[in-house]
């Protein structure tokens, strides 16, 4: 084979050659609002008692459509506060994400995505000062879902809803006139950074 022959192949299978799978790393920092379950709020409710919720997700999206993500976020006065005292749930969770990502890796795209986790809650009550200060940390379980919109390569929002769920009863819940596990879902939006 000729010399031209050689390159001209070599140029043709180099441009059809699939562009090689690139792996995303996202830092979401988020605020958002619990809602139902056990946290006694309609969203609307919710947010109008401003009883929101903050926090991070760190994520990994392989090349394909498959990825890993580490949630944490803290609802602070989750059951209401009074003058007595104040309330507060923290969330930790590993989760597996499914998400297809429209318009590719790079650039602008968009990537529904669907995950599902293990963790823990931890729940808090304080009345009194301090005085009498109840908490419970239990394995815990999460399913959810949402839309990724990127308007560049490195920065996107995250509009996110997932519902957790205690695997055995919060010990405490009855004393706040609610009983058996605590569940509640959480709306939230969040700003992602994507390296």
Same mark, same amino acid.
């Given at each position: ?40 709020? $309609? ?6 008692? $401003? ?17 890993? $993500? ?21 969330? *930790? ?45 239990? *394995? ?28 055995? *009863? ?6 706040? $006139? ?10 939230? *939006? ?6």
């Amino acid at each position: 084979m000729s010399f031209r022959r050689t390159l001209a192949l070599s140029l043709l299978l180099g441009v059809m050659a699939p562009a090689a799978a690139r792996a995303d790393g996202m830092i979401i920092p988020f605020v958002g609002a619990n809602f139902g379950g056990k946290s006694g709020n $309609e969203l609307s409710d919710a947010i109008g008692a $401003e009883r929101f919720d903050w926090g991070v997700s760190l994520a990994y999206m392989g090349g394909g459509v498959l990825g890993l $993500e580490a949630d944490i976020a803290r609802s602070p006065d989750f059951f209401g506060k009074t003058d007595l005292g104040g309330s507060s749930v923290l969330t *930790a969770t590993g989760n597996l994400l499914i998400g297809i990502p429209f318009g590719g890796q790079k650039g602008i795209g968009v990537r529904p995505y669907a995950l599902v986790g293990l963790g823990v809650i931890r729940s808090k009550v304080d009345a009194f000062g301090d005085v009498l200060s109840l908490d419970n940390s239990k *394995a815990a379980w999460d399913i959810g879902g949402g839309v990724m919109l990127f308007f560049g390569t490195h920065v996107g929002v995250r509009g996110d809803l997932r519902y957790f769920r205690t695997f055995s *009863a919060v010990d405490f819940i009855d004393v706040i $006139e609610r009983t058996d596990r605590l569940d509640f879902a959480r709306g939230s *939006a969040g700003l992602i950074l994507r390296f």
